[in-house]
């Protein structure tokens, strides 16, 4: 069984998560999340862009060399 000062602690933590950060899933984030097709847009471009990077660098260094 937790002690008081426990219960007391974790109150005070969860009050102060909620006042300082809002307490709002997202809201923290550098994106939003409200619009679901903008968001898949996004994430397609960061990893596909990240993903594709290399492949188009060895073509391009493959075409340099012709």
């Given at each position: 069984m937790l002690s008081r000062s426990t219960?007391?602690?974790?109150?005070?933590?969860?009050q102060f998560v909620r006042n300082h950060h809002g307490g709002t899933p997202g809201e923290n984030l550098?994106?939003?999340v409200g619009n679901r097709?903008?968001?898949?847009?996004?994430?397609?471009?960061?990893?596909?862009?990240?993903?594709g990077a290399?492949?188009?660098i060895v073509r391009h260094q493959l075409k340099k060399m012709v």
């Open positions: 219960l007391l602690a974790r109150n005070a933590v969860r550098p994106f939003e097709y903008k968001l898949t847009l996004l994430f397609s471009l960061f990893f596909g862009s990240g993903l290399p492949f188009l």
